[in-house]
Nanobody, 126 residues
Framework: QVQVVESGGGLVQAGGSLRLSCEVS????????MGWFRQAPGKEREFVAA????????YYADSVKGRFTISRDNAKNLVDLQMTSLKPEDTGIYYC???????????????????WGQGTQVTVSW
């Protein structure tokens, strides 16, 4: 059974940086396209970033493009999300997710991801 576990959340001031990590166990991470989503209080879960199997392609929400970077280390079964220039609107629970199939049309759809972690809280204050 696949397990997805996030770590690295916390409290940071606006303009600061955080690095989130996601570890996949039970199956090799090479099987999965990996993604990050987030959910702010009272809002729906939204796409943040995704990276294909080999890391050849990555995708970002417009709101984080140029500030966040997704990367993966298949040898360590890890995928990271480096977040810089953080803003209060980046606050939320960040979820790591995995999927085995991929189409450009569904790149940003949460429903297309099969396995999810429990989430890690990120809070950005003024």
């Amino acid at each position: 059974q696949v397990q997805v576990v996030e770590s690295g959340g916390g409290l940071v001031q606006a303009g600061g940086s955080l690095r989130l990590s996601c570890e996949v166990s039970g199956r090799t991470i090479e099987r999965y396209v990996m993604g990050w989503f987030r959910q702010a209080p009272g809002k729906e879960r939204e796409f943040v970033a995704a990276i294909t199997w080999s890391g050849f392609r990555s995708y970002y929400a417009d709101s984080v493009k140029g500030r966040f970077t997704i990367s993966r280390d298949n040898a360590k079964n890890l995928v990271d999300l480096q977040m810089t220039s953080l803003k209060p609107e980046d606050t939320g629970i960040y979820y790591c997710a995995a999927r085995t199939t991929w189409t450009e049309a569904t790149a940003r759809l949460a429903t297309a991801f099969d396995h999810w972690g429990q989430g890690t809280q990120v809070t950005v204050s003024w």
